[in-house]
C-alpha cells in the first residue's frame, strides 16, 4: 500500500454570510461553516470522489487543496508540503480545474497554453511537445487560434484542463469535471482521467453526480453539511446492500434527521 499523496487532515473553514445570503440560505447565524473538522487522504494510481450535493463543501475543500483559500484550522499535506506553510511547493505539484475559474475571452488557446508554460518554467520545447498532444487528444488544435470568447463551452473546458496540465503535475484536483459538457465530451475527458491514474497520478474530482462516481472513481468519500459521513473503495462503499444512489439518499435522510425530506 502506497503512502497517500494528499493528506486532508482536519480542516475546518468558515465564511462570513452577508443579509443577502443570509436570506437566501434562510438563517439568522452570520457565519457558515463549509467543512467541518473534514479529514481524507489520496493515493497515487488512484481517483478518489468526494460526493456530496450541491452546498455541502466540496468546492470550499478543494480550494484549500489547491492553496486558494486557507483553512481555518487543520492543515493539507500535498507530497509531504503544507498547503497553508508551503504554498508554493503545493502549486508546482497540483493541476486545479474549477468552473469558476475563467479563461479571459480575447485570447487564444495557443497564446494561453504557451503563457501558463512559461509561468510554470516549464522548457520551451516540452511546452511544445504537450500541446500538441492536448490539441490532439482533445481536438483543440483546429481553434487554437480562435479567440476564447468565441469558443463553446465543451472546448472551453477541454483547453482548461490542458491548461491545467501544463506542467504535469504529480496532483490533479477537478471541481466537478464534466459540469455544463455535452455527452461525448464528458466521455473524452473522463476516459483521460482514466488514463492519467493509470499512469499513476494523484486524481481528486468533486461532484454530485453517482454515474460519473461508479465509471471512475477507485475510492468514494461522502460529503454532508461539511462532514464526511462515509468513506471506502467504490466496491464496498455500500457493503453489497444498496446501490450508491440509495445509500447517499439514506445517508442524507439520518443526517438532516428523523422524517427529513431527502
Not at 30 to 37: G, Q, S, T, Y
Not at 203 to 218: G, K, N, P
Not at 229 to 258: I, N, Q, T
Request: proline share 3%; with cysteine; aromatic share 8%.
Amino acid at each position: 500500500m502506497h503512502d497517500p499523496v494528499v493528506v486532508v487532515d482536519g480542516i475546518t473553514k468558515t465564511f462570513r454570510m452577508s443579509r443577502k445570503q443570509q436570506k437566501i440560505e434562510r438563517t439568522g447565524e452570520k457565519i457558515k461553516v463549509a467543512v467541518r473538522n473534514l479529514s481524507f487522504s489520496a493515493r497515487d494510481g488512484e481517483i478518489y470522489g468526494l460526493l456530496g450535493p450541491n452546498g455541502a463543501g466540496k468546492t470550499t475543500a478543494l480550494r484549500c487543496i489547491s492553496t486558494l483559500i486557507r483553512p481555518d484550522s487543520g492543515d493539507v499535506r500535498v507530497g509531504g508540503f503544507s498547503a497553508v506553510a508551503d504554498a508554493e511547493e503545493v502549486r508546482r505539484r497540483i493541476g486545479f480545474l474549477t468552473s469558476d475559474l475563467k479563461l479571459e475571452d480575447f485570447f487564444t488557446p495557443d497564446y494561453l497554453f504557451d503563457f501558463f508554460a512559461a509561468l510554470h518554467g516549464v522548457e520551451p520545447a516540452v511546452a511544445a511537445e504537450r500541446k500538441k498532444l492536448f490539441f490532439d487528444k482533445f481536438g483543440i488544435g483546429k481553434f487554437a487560434e480562435v479567440k476564447v470568447g468565441e469558443l463553446s463551452t465543451g472546448m472551453r473546458q477541454k483547453v482548461q484542463i490542458a491548461i491545467a496540465l501544463v506542467h504535469d503535475p504529480e496532483v490533479i484536483v477537478f471541481d466537478e469535471p464534466t459540469n455544463g459538457l455535452d455527452v461525448l465530451t464528458a466521455r473524452v475527458v473522463t476516459d483521460y482521467l482514466k488514463e492519467l491514474r493509470d499512469a499513476g497520478k494523484t486524481i481528486i474530482v468533486s461532484t454530485h453526480i453517482f454515474s460519473l462516481v461508479e465509471r471512475i472513481c477507485d475510492r468514494v468519500g461522502i460529503i454532508i453539511d461539511g462532514r464526511l459521513v462515509r468513506e471506502d473503495a467504490l466496491r464496498d462503499l455500500a457493503d453489497g446492500e444498496l446501490a450508491l444512489e440509495d445509500l447517499f439518499f439514506k445517508l442524507v435522510k439520518e443526517e438532516s434527521g428523523a422524517g427529513a425530506d431527502a
